[in-house]
C-alpha cells in the first residue's frame, strides 16, 4: 500500500475524502456469451500490453531472474530448516496455519470466490465488469471506501511506472448501489474483497496488501 501520506497525497489530487484505500487487481475476465458482448457495444477485456518503456524495464531485468529465483528458494530452504528445528509449539502452530490456509482455500472454490465475478452477466457485477477496462486500461485500481461510496482511480491508459502520477477517477459506486465486503468477516489473512451489487451480484478484487487496510475498514462497519 502506498504511504498515508502519498495517499493523502493523492486524495487531495482527486479531491475525495477516502476512509480507507488500497490498490488492487481483478483475475482474467471471462468471455461473455456473443450476444452480451455485442450488447455491450464489444467493450475491451483485457488491460493494455506493457507500453515500450516497461518492455525494455522488463528485458534489461531478465538476467537478474535466476538470482531472484535463487534467492526466493533460499528463503524457502531457510524457512523449511527453522521449522525442523522449531520447539513442539512453534511446530504446532506451523501445522495449524497450514490446515486454516487448506480450509480457506477450500471455502474459496466451495463459495464460487475463484472466480473473477458471480456468472451473472445481466447483473449488476456483470455489466459493471463488462465496462472495466473501457473506463481505464490500467491492469490496476487504487479502490477508496468514502461515506458516499466506491471511488475507482487509476491512470486512463497502462503504464509501467508512475501510476499515481497519471491517476484520474475512473468510476464511482453510491453507497445505495454496491458495499464492499469481506466474504469471511475477518475470519482468514486473504487479499480477497467483494465489491457486493444491491441485486446481489459481486465482483472479487485482489489487494496489494494482505488483510489491507480496506480488510480493517469493512470489518469496523456494522454487519448489514
Known sequence: MTSRRKQRLITDRLGIHAEAGEWCWIEKIPQPPADVLQAAGNPRLRPARLPPSGIVGAVLGA?????????????DAEEAVKRSLGSKAEKERWRAKKEEDKRRDALIVQQGLDKVFDGNWGANAGQFLLRWYSHSTHHQRLL???????????????VSAGREKHMQVVARLPAGEASLVDP???????????????DGSWLRVDTEELRSELHMYVLRQPLR
Do not use: H
Open 63 to 75: 538476467p537478474f531472474m535466476p538470482l531472484l529465483m535463487l534467492l526466493s528458494l533460499l528463503s
Open 144 to 158: 477508496l471506501a468514502t461515506q458516499e461510496g466506491i471511488v475507482l482511480a487509476a491512470p486512463p491508459r497502462r
Open 184 to 198: 469471511f468477516s475477518g475470519e482468514f489473512e486473504t487479499r480477497l474483497l467483494l465489491i457486493r451489487f444491491r
